[in-house]
């Protein structure tokens, strides 16, 4: 599999949205199991935001549950992540990353794109 290639950050105001958009540039991996969100705050671990299995099981950080919604397109081709009711802890670089069967940590990732909220 390519790289992963995120689109859709930008500068937004507090209670505004926006929505992300990964693609795999070679197509994803015929293996892939988990297609997941992360985020990375300066100084700050990175974080698992969102994820969801090919079977279309979800997973959200409680900060984030009721206000993001990951998803995936009818044809598999591409990953969104739906920011609603954005606040300034929400903050921080945004990276597409990807896993497969029988593989603990994600083996693909994109090049991040940053979300910036301000009050």
């Known amino acids: 599999q390519g790289q992963l ?14 929505r992300l958009s990964c693609t795999a540039a070679s197509g994803w991996s015929s293996d892939v199991y988990w297609r997941g969100w992360f985020r990375r705050a300066p100084g700050k671990e990175r974080e698992r935001v969102a994820a969801v299995n090919i079977y279309g099981t979800t997973s959200y950080a409680g900060s ?10 009818d044809s598999k081709n591409t990953l969104y992540l739906q920011m609603n009711n954005l606040q300034q802890g929400d903050t ?10 029988g593989v603990v940590e994600y083996n693909y990732w994109g090049q991040g794109t940053q979300v910036t909220v301000s009050s």
Do not use: T, W
């Open 5 to 18: 290639v995120e689109s859709g950050g930008g500068s937004v105001q507090a209670g505004g949205s926006l």
């Open 64 to 73: 984030v549950k009721g206000r993001f919604i990951i998803s995936l397109d």
């Open 92 to 101: 921080g670089m945004y990276y597409c990353a990807a896993r497969d069967y």
